[in-house]
């Protein structure tokens, strides 16, 4: 009888539900055993929600990167070809050289790294074409739409792959952290923010005109 005094307590239930666990103390029991166990339950679901929870918050990582729960989803212009991407390496920047500039089309191209690991091709990989460069280097492009999607340096190692930043459909918490090959820009692209201006490659000297 405890049990059913302590089950009254902890659920409110109409008097009449209430009279008919006492008039059978077997079934009592059993309910009570049903509400200990879904407890039980309900409670073990709520602290794995605040685990995930807490873990998707937790986005900056020791090694520098910047990770979410959910991938980062990106594509090409005409959605035949779709990656995913569940860690940003923190280095991105606006390349200026001759061949980026018209591979993309615009002032400068901006592009993101990621780990070969935490890239994923989710659909229509066979669709990639492969311009090679005299210089060894290739950029890959949808053979549909044309869109840019990856930039290979000659002599890679496939350890990195550097996409497209303007080809993602996600939100990212990353900037880039600077101007890259300004030596080879277009002249008419005035560069007004505060980023790192380098001539050439990232150890090259700071690029003035």
Not at 104 to 127: D, K
């Amino acid at each position: 009888m405890t049990k059913i005094v302590k089950f009254r307590e902890g659920r409110k239930s109409s008097s009449k539900h209430l009279k008919a666990l006492d008039k059978y103390p077997e079934k009592a029991q059993k309910v009570w055993a049903f509400f200990i166990f879904w407890s039980k339950v309900e409670s073990s679901v709520v602290e794995s929600f605040k685990d995930v929870k807490s873990e998707s918050n937790q986005r900056v990582l020791s090694s520098g990167g910047i990770a979410m729960s959910t991938p980062y989803q990106g594509a090409c212009l005409c959605g035949s070809i779709k990656y995913e991407v569940s860690k940003l390496e923190p280095r991105m920047g606006h390349c200026h050289c001759s061949m980026c500039r018209k591979f993309h089309g615009a002032a400068f191209a901006t592009l993101g790294e990621a780990l070969a690991e935490n890239f994923h091709w989710v659909e229509g990989e066979s669709l990639l074409k492969t311009y090679l460069a005299p210089n060894g280097t290739q950029r890959k492009f949808c053979e549909n739409c044309g869109s840019s999607l990856i930039f290979e340096a000659a002599g890679d190692d496939g350890r990195l792959v550097e996409f497209a930043l303007g080809t993602l459909d996600s939100d990212i918490e990353l900037k880039p952290d600077a101007h890259i090959f300004c030596e080879s820009g277009a002249n008419w692209c005035e560069l007004s923010d505060d980023l790192p201006k380098l001539k050439a490659g990232r150890d090259s000297e700071a690029f003035t005109k």
